[in-house]
């Protein structure tokens, strides 16, 4: 019970913290998150499983520490149930960025996780293409109050301030 308890509260309270306080604030204020997950430049099996890249292992680790933290606290009640969660996370992580590989899920991997809300590869991957969309990395329920707090916050990101810093640049020479 505990055992299970424990894999549980890695993965879905991890899951929280680290799209609530990691994720959502780099995609409002901050560059990192978005010059590494989102480069579309670079293949992103390659960035997020095999790069070595100091930028973006930093990203990965940061995003990490959420669930390091749950495990943490997690740990007297099961040691076991929390390294299994923690070892769950990197798998899925694995598992979420293998579109690019030509991965499609089966239909009976996509009937057993979409009543738990598990993101799939493919759900991910939406969010690889459309940064605005398809938050929470292992359980698709953080999406929505995850977007509705980018809505709310809106006003203060870097997205806004720099399209006001644009708009009066470009005001000053029609000034002139
Ligand atoms: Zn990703
Ligand atoms: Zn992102």
């Keep these: 019970m505990a055992f299970a308890a424990a894999i549980l509260i890695v993965l879905v309270v991890g899951d929280f913290a680290s799209t609530f306080f990691y994720h959502v604030p780099q995609h409002l204020w901050f560059t990192l998150h978005l010059r590494t997950h989102h480069d579309r430049k670079r293949s992103y099996w390659d960035h997020a499983v ?14 990490a520490v959420p669930y390091l933290v749950v495990a943490g606290l997690t740990w007297h009640l099961s040691w076991e149930g929390s390294l299994l969660g923690l070892v769950l996370g990197q798998l899925h992580v694995w598992w979420r ?10 239909q009976w991997v996509r009937a057993v996780a979409r009543p738990l809300q598990i993101v799939l590869p493919e759900d991910h ?3 690889h293409r459309n940064p605005d969309i398809e ?4 359980f698709r329920f953080y999406d929505a109050p995850a977007r509705a707090l980018l809505a709310k916050l809106a006003p203060t990101s870097r997205r806004t301030r720099n399209a006001a810093a644009r708009r009066a640049k470009q005001r000053v020479p029609a000034q002139a």
């Excluded at 960025?97 to 089966?106: A, V, Y």
């Design 50 to 63: 095999l790069s070595t890249n100091f930028e973006v292992l930093l990203d990965g680790f940061l995003g």
């Design 97 to 106: 960025h293998t579109t690019e590989l030509g991965w499609k899920t089966p």
């Design 125 to 127: 991957d939406g969010h």
């Design 135 to 138: 938050f929470g990395d292992i």
